[in-house]
T-cell receptor, first 113, second 114 residues
Framework: QQQVKQSPQSLIVQKGGISIINCAYENTAFDYFPWYQQFPGKGPALLIAIRPDVSEKKEGRFTISFNKSAKQFSLHIMDSQPGDSATYFC????????????FGKGTKLSVIP | ETGVTQTPRHLVMGMTNKKSLKCEQH?????MYWYKQSAKKPLELMFV???????ENNSVPSRFSPECPNSSHLFLHLHTLQPEDSALYLC?????????????FGPGTRLTVL
């Protein structure tokens, strides 16, 4: 019940295209959903996060869509660039102040010119 | 140095060795974390310290022993490890508040157990 399932495992997108990564969860107590971005040789860094009181949050080219009834959330990267090539992790926690983040397995995104 | 630093960046050790990983944060945070990152598996939270007190221990084997002497430094002492312990070990820190707890990660230590 603590799992967060992430798909796809890897994704190749043409420059300028839209990258979409999906996550699903079971635990209805989760109420904070961050996305982390990790470049090779670096640790993950917070990219964008959403709470379930909104269905969408946008920051620049990055958008989180949230479907509470389906217990799913997704990351959309518009106008994907080669510099977006990284591994993306979705996560969930009970409370935004929680120490415990439950992570997905990650999606390796490659944006080709 | 800024952010969260980890040393060494790479470590190869035998199963009978004893070694330590070091983490230092320069962000004035009050919480520090150890994570294990293995290929094709989710990040696994191992330990959490808040104001030097251990608040979480996620059923980690006793061959991993954390130490937090102050709010800026965190160590992970390793002894008699197994090959399956080979992974990237990430340290993180945060300024934990009731409604917000963004974790900042270091670059990790790539550990190989022979």
């Amino acid at each position: 019940q603590q799992q967060v399932k992430q798909s796809p495992q890897s994704l190749i997108v043409q420059k300028g295209g839209i990258s979409i990564i999906n996550c699903a969860y079971e635990n209805t107590a989760f109420d904070y959903f961050p996305w982390y971005q990790q470049f090779p040789g670096k640790g993950p860094a917070l990219l964008i996060a959403i709470r379930p009181d909104v269905s969408e949050k946008k920051e620049g080219r990055f958008t989180i869509s949230f479907n509470k009834s389906a217990k799913q959330f997704s990351l959309h990267i518009m106008d994907s660039q080669p510099g977006d090539s990284a591994t993306y992790f979705c996560a969930a926690s009970i409370g935004a102040g929680s120490y415990q983040l439950t992570f997905g397995k990650g999606t390796k995104l490659s944006v080709i010119p | 140095e800024t952010g969260v630093t980890q040393t060494p960046r790479h470590l190869v050790m035998g199963m009978t060795n004893k070694k330590s990983l070091k983490c230092e944060q320069h962000l004035g945070h009050n919480a520090m974390y150890w994570y294990k990152q293995s290929a094709k598996k989710p990040l696994e939270l191992m330990f959490v310290y808040n104001f030097k007190e251990q608040t979480e221990n996620n059923s980690v084997p006793s061959r991993f022993s954390p130490e937090c002497p102050n709010s800026s430094h965190l160590f992970l002492h390793l002894h008699t490890l197994q090959p399956e312990d080979s992974a990237l070990y990430l340290c993180a820190s945060s300024l934990q508040r009731e409604t917000y707890n963004e974790q900042f990660f270091g670059p990790g230590t790539r550990l190989t157990v022979l």
